[in-house]
């Protein structure tokens, strides 16, 4: 797999308004009547179009239901179901809880870390692959614990937790 720089946090874009994201946005907003109380539901509707929220949305959806921008971009922030940066096709997430820690999570973070080209909170160049780490997936029981769109896999260790992503590439 190609490893490059990762995108880590937001990043302000300085060309125009993309035309993609605006159109979209305007068939989302169809469905709407621009009242404040649908800030919510919107922001829903935008994360799941895009996968995050994109700068120039949450700056139309603020004129649209006539509140200031930061208003919109303090929900965005506030909520963990909302992103700010895209997020790769692919979420990788790696428990650093006690029970993992002590079991060896260290090591398979800094090898998926290493494996990736990206650190903790990042996402690789090419979308395919976001990293985190999380405190505690309730399951300790299997620790160390690596989770994969979803899918748990318990007692990992550095090599079985690469293999995972070797399958995907
Ligand atoms: S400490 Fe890792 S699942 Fe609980």
Redesign the pocket.
């Known amino acids: 797999m190609k490893v490059a720089p990762a995108i880590e946090g937001a990043r302000t874009v300085t060309a125009g308004p993309d035309k993609a994201i605006e159109s979209q946005m305007t068939e989302i907003l169809t469905h709407f009547k621009g009242e404040k109380g649908e800030l919510i539901p919107i922001l829903q509707q935008v994360q799941q179009r895009f996968g995050y929220l994109p700068e120039q949305a949450m700056k139309r959806i603020a004129e649209f239901v006539h509140v200031p921008a930061s208003t919109v971009f303090g929900i965005g922030t506030f909520y963990a179901q909302f992103k700010l940066v895209p997020t790769g096709r692919n979420i990788v997430k790696i428990?650093?809880?006690?029970?993992?820690?002590v079991r060896g999570?260290p090591r398979i973070i800094s090898e998926m870390e290493n494996k990736l080209g990206i650190k903790d909170g990042s996402t690789t160049p090419d979308l395919e692959y976001t990293l985190e780490t999380v405190a505690?997936?309730?399951?300790?029981a299997?620790?160390?614990?690596v989770v994969v769109n979803d899918k748990v896999h318990g007692r990992m260790t550095p090599d079985a937790a690469k293999k995972l992503i070797d399958k995907k590439s």
């Open positions: 428990c650093r809880g006690t029970g993992c820690y999570a505690c997936f309730g399951s300790c299997l620790a160390p614990v």
